[in-house]
């Protein structure tokens, strides 16, 4: 298997304009979950999914950011509009169930809003 | 809510040097705790997972240990070497939160 994919892997935008992250988990995984690094706060749990329904958002920032799962091999997080405090690095991760043999991660998506 | 402590924050030793790195986390219902290496400006690669009925996890030069009842987990690295120097991160699943709680994580420095 692949691994999990993310793209791009470099978004640079201006801010106000809309960034859309895409993610394709690991063929079978059951869970997606997407997670956000900065440096001040560490790596953080955004939202994530079970068989593709959202199960957790409480760690969305705001109303600006919205996550997808269409279906089980692709999810997108969307910013509209972005702002300069969004840049960071975002990672999608998958896994066989909640509890189960650990969470994958993607190579991430470093955004930088100007 | 769960929270994960690292210590320490960074970490620089000689080649050669057996090291341990530190994790504490706050709820102790956990259902595993995953240890990831992470290099610079590049993603997480997972190193050891410990579940829940676990004590102890190997994989070559690593050893991960997990006490559930203190809360604690540490990362022993045998015979260190240059190519090990990367950022460690510890993370718990459960405990009261779903999905991964991160510690802040320890930077190595592994000098030649």
């Not at chain 1, 169930?97 to 993607?106: D, E, K, M, V, W």
């Not at chain 2, 992470?38 to 579940?51: E, V």
Request: charged share 20%.
């Amino acid at each position: 298997d692949a691994g999990v994919i993310q793209s791009p892997r470099h978004e640079v935008t201006e801010m106000g304009q809309e960034v859309t992250l895409r993610c394709k988990p690991i063929s079978g995984h059951d869970y997606l979950f997407w997670y956000r690094q900065t440096m001040m706060r560490g790596l953080e749990l955004l939202i994530y999914f079970n068989n593709n329904v959202p199960i957790d958002d409480s760690g969305m920032p705001e109303d600006r950011f919205s996550a997808k799962m269409p279906n089980a091999s692709f999810s997108t997080l969307k910013i509209q509009p972005s702002e300069p405090r969004d840049s960071a690095v975002y990672f999608c991760a998958s896994s066989l169930g909640l509890a189960g043999g650990g969470q994958f991660f993607g190579p991430g998506t470093r955004l930088t809003v100007l | 809510k769960q929270e994960v402590t690292q210590i320490p924050a960074a970490l620089s030793v000689p080649e050669g040097e057996n090291l341990v790195l530190n994790c504490s986390f706050t709820d102790s219902a956990i259902y595993n705790l995953q240890w990831f290496r992470q290099d610079p400006g590049k993603g997480l690669t997972s190193l050891l997972l410990i579940q829940s009925s676990q004590r102890e996890q190997t994989s070559g030069r690593l050893n991960a240990s997990l006490d559930k009842s203190s809360g604690r987990s540490t990362l022993y690295i045998a015979a260190s070497q240059p190519g090990d120097s990367a950022t460690y991160l510890c993370a718990a699943e459960g405990g009261g939160a779903d999905g991964l709680t991160f510690g802040k994580g320890t930077h190595l420095i592994i000098q030649p």
